[in-house]
């Protein structure tokens, strides 16, 4: 094949396998503890860290009262253990922390680069949450003068599964709601549940999956539908069988096996560690770390209104051709929302209609001369743009672009393709190119060291 019709061969980058590190955040009046069936369900393929709320599984609130101060505690708990590739799981209370902490890491916040998913389990959302306040000012009764007694405790763990815990399961529920701090208690339920946080999770990029117990009541499907689920691009909401509230205790096999399965596919897209690393060292600005972790997100779909099906598939089969190695739909789709936002490097051939025009012309024109470019062998694709390309394809019947804008377009096309992909961190990390790190302390940023042919400064990534 003539390899002018090949914009990049393919790079057969190291695969990096890491084991994800799964923070989980247990609910209001629970510990680290009610992950434990879920932990043991889960094995050795993350490595998990269940952590005690301040407050909660027998320590001290201390100054951690307010949402500021607990989601800066997570973000603590997560720098100190600095992972390339981590989820968090957030159950009720701690569902709205997880949802927090991720708008921080949509933020460029130093340190959170490598989360990758988020898992909401009957959680409870950035607005207030949705509860009778009859019902609030009796939870808060229970802890008007210390610890609440044991009818308290089991009246609020009854409450909350759907059917009754049994034994040592439920006695350890009971004995967490009663070694719960006061000062936790009422701090979550007179401020911190009630929080408007809205605006501050907005438009979170990072996927989200969100569970719901079947029999919940006030954060059941309903309320994760309409008050969790639309802080987040990519999100998921399905329903937990047989669970009402408690879901790591009612379901933890379930939950577990449906963890696994959402999760392990997207650390398997996650950058590679160093890259990771990289993205997280102060000598990067946040705003371009932000950006980059935007741009390494999934694409949404595109309506078939803004481009049709067609046009996708043939931009898919045209992927596969001009950037052998990529992800050909995801590339395909990329492409598509610059053209649907008509995005553009700023020239274009005079001979060429507009954009938009020639794009879905050329598209058509290339699938009637195929007579289904998507359906043809790979050789017979680069065969053909090849004649586009040299001017000697056969122009079908009708067709509004002539031989030479035919191949004008193929040009346009081929940079098109090549400038989306080489925008992609996960390209920028399989070439080993590391420029962006140079400018996060901006007037004053370290920039390089060394300048010269041959010698890369200790941070850089190797070439």
């Known amino acids: 094949m003539d390899t002018r019709t090949t914009m990049l061969a393919p790079l057969h980058a190291e695969v990096y396998m890491q084991r994800p590190v799964l923070f989980l955040l247990h609910s209001l009046g629970a510990s680290h503890q009610e992950w434990s069936a879920v932990r043991r369900a889960l094995g050795d393929r993350f490595d998990c860290v269940a952590l005690d709320i301040p407050g909660f599984g027998g320590t001290l609130a201390g100054n951690a009262t307010d949402i500021d101060a607990l989601v800066d505690w997570f973000q603590q708990e997560v720098t100190a253990r600095a992972p390339t590739c981590w989820f968090v799981v957030g159950h009720s209370m701690g ?254 051939f005079a001979d060429l209609p507009t954009d938009a025009d020639a794009w879905a012309r050329a598209l058509d024109q290339l699938d009637i001369a195929a007579n289904g470019f998507s359906t043809l062998a790979p050789a017979a694709r680069h065969t053909l743009l090849e004649q586009v390309q040299r001017q000697s394809a056969a122009v079908p019947p009708g067709a509004v672009l002539d031989p030479a804008q035919w191949a004008h377009w193929f040009e346009d096309a081929r940079a098109l393709f090549a400038r989306t992909w080489m925008s992609l961190p996960s390209t920028w990390a399989a070439v080993g190119y590391d420029g962006f790190a140079v400018g996060g302390k901006g007037a004053h940023s370290p920039g390089y060291e060394h300048a010269q042919a041959g010698v890369i400064d200790g941070w850089q990534l190797p070439c």
């Open 95 to 348: 569902g709205k922390i997880a949802t927090l902490l991720a708008a921080r890491s949509r933020d460029g916040v130093q340190g959170l680069a490598g989360l990758a998913g988020v898992v909401l389990v009957a959680a409870s959302p950035p607005c207030p949450e949705p509860m009778e306040e009859a019902r609030r000012e009796e939870m808060l009764g229970w802890f008007a003068e210390g610890g609440p007694l044991r009818a308290d405790a089991e009246a609020f763990i009854d409450a909350n599964a759907h059917r009754p815990l049994q034994g040592t399961t439920r006695e350890a529920a009971i004995l967490d709601v009663r070694r719960t701090d006061p000062i936790a208690w009422r701090a979550w339920l007179k401020q911190g549940s009630c929080e408007h946080r809205q605006e501050e999770a907005a438009h979170l990029h990072v996927p989200a999956l969100i569970l719901a117990g079947a029999e919940d009541g006030d954060l059941g499907e309903a309320a994760q539908r309409a008050l969790n689920a639309p802080h987040y691009v990519h999100a998921s909401v399905e329903i937990v069988p047989d669970a009402a509230h408690l879901i790591p205790i009612e379901q933890p096999q379930w939950l577990a096996q449906r963890i696994a399965a959402w999760a392990l596919p997207l650390a398997a897209r996650a950058l590679p560690p160093a890259f990771v690393q990289l993205l997280d060292e102060e000598r990067v600005a946040p705003r371009m770390r932000a950006r980059l972790l935007a741009r390494h997100a999934a694409p949404l779909p595109l309506p078939e209104s803004a481009l049709p099906a067609r046009h996708l598939a043939v931009l898919s089969a045209l992927a596969s051709c001009l950037v052998p190695g990529a992800d050909a739909e995801e590339l395909a789709l990329r492409v598509g929302h610059a053209l649907v936002n008509h995005e553009s490097d700023g020239w274009r």
